[in-house]
Nanobody
Framework: VQLQASGGGLVQAGGSLRLSCSGSGRIYSSAVMAWFRQAPGKEREFVALIRWSTTRTNYADSVKGRFTISKDSPNTVHLEMNSLEPEDTAVYYC???????????????WGRGTQVTVSS
């Protein structure tokens, strides 16, 4: 399984970006797709996840109400990011697993990441 994230860039505070993650092969209903992010000098942290079969979602408190994760069959997941803040600056990674989890260790496959920079 290969995952490819795209859509990052430079945006001013208050702006929006849409990230996309496409995977090779079909995503089965048991899959969970997630976004994580890692800022310089910090650990990778959970952002959002979606259960492929039910489209049930979960978000980190820091992004609730601003970010939306969605799926686009057969194998793409998006992260719509609005009202961006400088604190959202990080490399964003998509990941795929089968557990409903906010832990990086629960995910088997990772994309390379895409840089999001929010200027103040």
């Amino acid at each position: 399984v290969q995952l490819q994230a795209s859509g990052g860039g430079l945006v001013q505070a208050g702006g929006s970006l849409r990230l996309s993650c496409s995977g090779s092969g079909r995503i089965y209903s048991s899959a969970v797709m997630a976004w994580f992010r890692q800022a310089p000098g910090k650990e990778r942290e959970f952002v959002a996840l979606i259960r492929w079969s039910t489209t049930r979602t979960n978000y980190a408190d820091s992004v609730k109400g601003r970010f939306t994760i969605s799926k686009d069959s057969p194998n793409t997941v998006h992260l719509e990011m609005n009202s961006l803040e400088p604190e959202d600056t990080a490399v964003y990674y998509c990941a795929r697993g089968t557990q409903w989890s906010v832990q990086t260790s629960a995910y088997d496959y990772w994309g390379r990441g895409t840089q999001v920079t929010v200027s103040s």
